[in-house]
């Protein structure tokens, strides 16, 4: 079955850097696009990041673009978002996620906690 496992969360102040990961099985994971998503206590579910095939088409939020990186290798099934000059508006659960045979397919999710 399919399972995304994401990992790389952490407390960190504010202007630092993080690399989150996400390992990805049960399906053939250079078939599909990946994306990162992020979510706020309180507030609802946002798309982060997106990630095509072979990793050469990406897209970001406008409120993150310049910031974080999203990348994939497809050797180890794993995409990654690299975050820098973080904001305490960055904090959030961060979530992996495929759309696999029709459904969207969530990770557990990874917690990164800006401080000011």
């Known amino acids: 079955q399919v399972q995304l496992v994401e990992s790389g969360g952490a407390l960190v102040q504010s202007g630092g850097s993080l690399r989150l990961s996400c390992a990805a099985s049960?399906?053939?994971?250079?078939?599909?696009?990946m994306r990162w998503y992020r979510q706020a206590p309180g507030k609802e579910r946002e798309f982060v990041a997106a990630?095509?095939?072979?990793?050469?088409?990406?897209t970001y939020a406008d409120s993150v673009k310049g910031r974080f990186t999203i990348s994939r290798d497809n050797a180890k099934n794993t995409v990654n978002l690299q975050m820098n000059s973080l904001k305490p508006e960055d904090t959030a659960v961060y979530y992996c996620n495929v759309f696999y045979l029709y459904y969207d397919y969530w990770g557990q999710g990874t917690q990164v906690t800006v401080s000011s």
């Open positions: 990630i095509g095939t072979a990793g050469g088409t990406t």
């Open positions: 049960g399906f053939t994971f250079s078939d599909y696009a």
